[in-house]
């Protein structure tokens, strides 16, 4: 057909309903399945992202089949009135669902138990089982093992997670390597991936590249079918996935722990953990557990952004939805940060509790055991762990040391924040204790037993405690011979004293005392013994000197 000299093409035939609907589902079905196997939606109609997804697909299968039957017809009124009926469903839902509704239901959703006792939560911590190993630490660490396997950096990565986990009577941090991008794993998806890293955290030097006799093959750096969410969503379809876990059971095989939430308030509200999906990472063997009933080795089943979301609603709804916005009566929220901490061989995340609207300080703090969910509010007022860091580094800030995130102790029976000083390159120079109570007492030292003992003189001077700890013994005596080495800038006096047994060794944050002290000289010793006689001192005074 020509107009005018132009030629027009001629319109397409509208096709018969029938072909126009065959035609629709099948470009609906490609389509969909594309997005089922990208995107991984867990068929479950508490779930608003599946819901919206079905609004998507009615809409688009009602523009496919008007583009195919130029109708709007009942097939295309009714797509169009489904979907805007599930949106419309969704948002009333939503706000049945919501906190402004059922702030008593969100509030009640934690059980807390009140203790005005901390020691009743922290048994005094040995100091051979205090973490010194932190998320940072670990990663450098774990780096250095992958740098010494020929090969091993230029293929795989490490995960820097670093789960803190409990085996047997050791508490480490795992991480499990990881394909670099999708070339490095199609060149090693027939080995899998070699292993992962363990980390003592209460021994720096106890670090190790775990090598498997049969490699991982599902993880989440792998791709296609041997992607792990993939892996397990095929199994599970209508689970909604929260929090994932590299884990390893007693006997040191790798998993993966997954949590399952499901809603407890309304339709769309109140979401929790129901269960776990453990997934063997070699073999690909998945099992679904209740809370009561997963394996013992299993240290997070729940999620810890849940876990802490329900902290905080316990905390504001205190006084209802209304009290949120204007009086603020009586309401606490948790501080900027958070840790882990284990205790009695189970994996716990706190953080302080502070008053709305409080600057800087805590009226206690939230403990949450990752597996079971127990929960407890530790009345303690103090300083926050911002504070604490601050005060810490206050005392060597002419070295300019970072503190880590603190970790919560009982020290001695007294709550103490425990944090690690490090320099520029992210080394561990220093350790700090910090009181809780009072953040002016800070205890730092060159070894943890330094530390300690340092901030025990700390709370003995400030009127807390009135004698040292029996564990900490004394002796006097004539120095009979002293060497002096430098150890990362600071002198270590080696000493040998009349009458006692073993070696003194003091290092010059101690006490300026020790760079002055000669052969001979009357001296006073504080010092935890140790098996190998060689004892690190806490407390050192020169009775010749009086500086």
Not at 487 to 501: L, P, V, W
Request: one cysteine or more.
């Amino acid at each position: 057909m020509t107009f005018y000299g132009f030629n027009i093409p001629k319109a397409k035939k509208a096709l018969p309903k029938w072909q126009a609907l065959i035609r629709a589902f099948l470009v609906l079905a490609v389509l969909a399945f594309g997005i089922d196997y990208v995107t991984l939606p867990a068929y479950n109609i508490h779930d608003t992202a599946f819901i919206m997804l079905m609004v998507f697909y009615l809409f688009i299968f009602g523009l496919v089949y008007f583009a195919f039957s130029y109708q709007i017809d009942f097939v295309v009124k009714l797509c169009i009135g489904l979907g805007f009926a599930l949106i419309a469903f969704t948002l009333v839902f939503s706000l049945l669902s919501s906190e402004m509704l059922n702030a008593g239901r969100y509030r009640d959703q934690i059980q807390i138990t009140s203790s005005s006792e901390f020691n009743a939560q922290f048994d005094a911590i040995a100091l051979e089982k205090i973490p010194l190993v932190d998320q940072n630490t670990a990663q450098q660490l774990g780096d250095k093992q992958i740098g010494r396997v020929q090969g091993l950096g230029s293929q795989f990565d490490i995960n820097d997670e670093y789960i803190l986990i409990n085996q047997k009577d050791n508490v480490y941090r795992v991480s499990s390597l990881e394909y670099q991008d999708s070339i490095k794993w199609f060149q090693n998806r027939e080995k899998g991936i070699p292993g992962y890293v363990r980390v003592n955290v209460t021994d720096a030097s106890d670090v190790k590249l775990v090598e498997l006799n049969e490699g991982i093959k599902y993880a989440p750096s792998a791709f296609l079918s041997d992607d792990l969410m993939r892996h397990v969503r095929f199994k599970y379809r209508t689970e909604i996935f929260d929090a994932t876990s590299f884990e390893i059971d007693d006997e040191g095989n790798p998993f993966y722990v997954i949590s399952v939430i499901e809603p407890e308030i309304g339709w769309f509200g109140g979401w929790d953990t129901s269960s776990v999906i453990t997934v063997d990472t070699v073999s690909g063997d998945m099992n679904k557990y209740s809370i009561e009933d997963m394996p013992a080795w299993v240290d997070r089943a729940q999620s810890a952004r849940i876990a802490w979301y329900q902290i905080d609603n316990w905390g504001y709804y205190v006084n209802g939805w209304i009290n949120t916005l204007f009086g603020q009566k009586d309401m606490i929220q948790t501080t900027d940060g958070f840790n882990y901490v284990s205790i009695d061989g189970q994996t716990h995340i706190f953080s302080g509790l502070t008053s709305v609207g409080a600057d800087r300080s805590i009226v206690g703090f939230a403990l949450i055991n990752l597996r079971t969910k127990e929960a407890s509010y530790i009345q303690i007022g103090g300083a926050d762990e911002l504070s604490a860091m601050n005060s810490a580094t206050g005392q060597v800030q002419h070295l300019n040391y970072e503190s880590t995130f603190p970790v919560l102790l009982n020290v001695d029976g007294f709550p103490t924040y425990f944090m690690a000083l490090k320099d520029y390159e992210g080394l561990v120079k220093l350790y700090a204790m910090v009181s809780v109570q009072d953040y002016a007492l800070v205890g730092v030292g060159a070894s943890v037993e330094e530390a300690r003992m340092t901030y025990l003189n700390q709370l003995k001077d400030g009127g807390q405690i009135v004698d040292l700890p029996i564990d900490s013994f004394s002796a006097e005596g004539v120095v009979l011979d002293i060497k002096e080495v430098v150890m990362d800038g600071t002198s270590i006096y080696y000493m040998m004293i009349e009458g006692q047994a073993g070696l003194f060794v003091v290092s010059s944050k101690t006490s300026v005392e020790a760079s002055l002290t000669k052969l001979g000289d009357n001296v006073s010793l504080q010092y935890q013994k140790r098996s190998d006689l060689v004892y690190d001192v806490q407390g050192y005074d020169n009775l010749n000197l009086d500086y």
